[in-house]
């Protein structure tokens, strides 16, 4: 079992920028390719990035790239997303996933560990 935490939600201006942070516990973190998830309210969860094993891979959805960058340090089983230049669009709860697998996925479905998710707010 993996157990996730997030952490680095909060209220920022839009155009600012914000660093979650996705701690994992348990079994062996280097084990997994990693994802993060959002979901606004009245809307179905959807993917936002996610990041290969080695992390030599990523993935963005559409509305985030260029402007979210996800990472990982194995070493201390934490993966990141750097987030810049936000948008109110962007508010939501934020979700660290894992997988039993180094490939990536954009479908939920596929992620086995979910953390408990963390509030992003983006005033205009």
């Known amino acids: 079992q993996v157990q996730l935490v997030e952490s680095g939600g909060g209220l920022v201006q839009a155009g600012g920028s914000l660093r979650l942070s996705c701690a994992a516990t348990?079994?062996?973190?280097?084990?997994?390719?990693m994802g993060w998830f959002r979901q606004a309210p009245g809307k179905e969860r959807e993917f936002v990035a996610a990041?290969?094993?080695?992390?030599?891979?990523?993935s963005y959805s559409d509305s985030v790239k260029g402007r979210f960058t996800i990472s990982r340090d194995n070493a201390k089983n934490t993966v990141y997303m750097q987030m810049n230049s936000v948008k109110p669009e962007d508010t939501a709860v934020y979700y660290c996933?894992?997988?039993?697998?180094?490939?990536?996925?954009?479908?939920?479905?596929?992620?086995?560990?979910w953390g408990q998710g963390t509030q992003v707010t983006v005033s205009s």
């Open positions: 348990g079994r062996t973190f280097s084990t997994y390719a």
């Open positions: 990041i290969t094993l080695s992390g030599s891979s990523t």
């Open positions: 996933a894992g997988r039993d697998t180094y490939f990536i996925t954009r479908d939920p479905n596929t992620y086995v560990y």
